[in-house]
């Protein structure tokens, strides 16, 4: 049995649009993979960002606490048992310094 031009047609439409379909498939997942690694490199790019950004900061803290200054008292606030024997030590030897004089 022949097949007529018609039918032969739809075969080709048919055939070229399952082609066509596997083709699209392909370019998708094509296209998603290369945005997959797109996302993944701005992803680590975004974690180096951020750590540079902490980085900074605390550096800047340091920057500006570095330059404030702070009352005597404020100080003995904070104070831990060896800064306390280092400024005991210290003010010891002040007082000998003036009584020599």
């Known amino acids: 049995m022949e097949k007529t031009i018609c ?3 739809k ?3 048919e055939e070229f649009d399952r ?3 596997s083709a699209m498939k392909c370019k998708i997942k094509s296209k ?3 945005l997959s690694e797109r996302i993944h490199c701005y992803s680590e790019e975004l974690v180096e960002l951020k750590e540079l950004e902490q980085s900074f900061i605390n550096s800047l803290c340091l920057c500006l606490l570095a330059h404030v200054p702070v009352s005597y008292t ?5 104070e831990t048992g060896r800064n306390l024997v280092c400024r005991l030590l210290l003010e010891k030897k002040k007082k000998k310094t003036k009584e020599k004089k």
């Open 32 to 34: 998603l993979n290369v």
């Open 74 to 78: 404020h100080l003995r606030a904070h």
């Open 11 to 13: 075969e080709y439409k």
């Open 19 to 21: 082609m066509r379909d």
């Open 7 to 9: 039918e032969c047609n």
